[in-house]
């Protein structure tokens, strides 16, 4: 199939797939006689796997860590499971920095509560005076 079509079946941008290629996650396709690019069910196969762990949020050097892992198939699997608990104590620590950004909106929020004029806005206040408040 061309790019266009493994972009349709995949969801993935051209661009994309091109940068996955050149990053080494995606074997770059042979050219058939008349020059085209042929990408081949492997292409597919692997390329939703890359997507997949991208809809994880799995970066690309984990996910090249991983289709090296799936390259070795009678090898123990303990590699997956440490680099899976390593994602989510990331992930963990994305939510929680997330909280504290929630919690500093709803401070500046709560610096206005009813309609008023922009100078006597306590955000704007707020926002300029340049003092980050937890
Ligand atoms: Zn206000």
């Not at 950004?101 to 929020?109: A, C, G, I, Y």
């Not at 610096?111 to 704007?124: D, F, M, T, V």
Request: charged share 25%; proline share 2%; hydrophobic share 35%.
């Amino acid at each position: 199939m061309r790019i266009g079509e493994l972009a349709k079946r995949t969801g993935c941008d051209v661009e994309t797939i091109r940068f996955y290629e050149k990053s080494g996650l995606l074997d770059e396709p042979v050219r058939t006689v008349s020059g085209y690019r042929e990408y081949q069910g492997v292409h597919l196969e692997r390329l939703q796997f890359i997507r997949h762990c991208r809809s994880l949020q799995l970066g690309l050097q984990d996910i090249r860590t991983l289709l090296d892992l799936q390259a070795k198939p009678s090898a123990g699997c303990e590699h997956v499971n440490a680099l899976l608990d390593q994602h989510i104590a990331a992930i963990q620590a994305q939510m929680a920095a997330l909280r504290t950004l929630e919690t500093q909106l709803f401070n500046l929020r709560h610096k206005c509560n009813k309609p008023h004029s922009i100078e006597e806005c306590g955000i704007l206040q707020n926002l300029a005076d340049g003092v980050v408040h937890a």
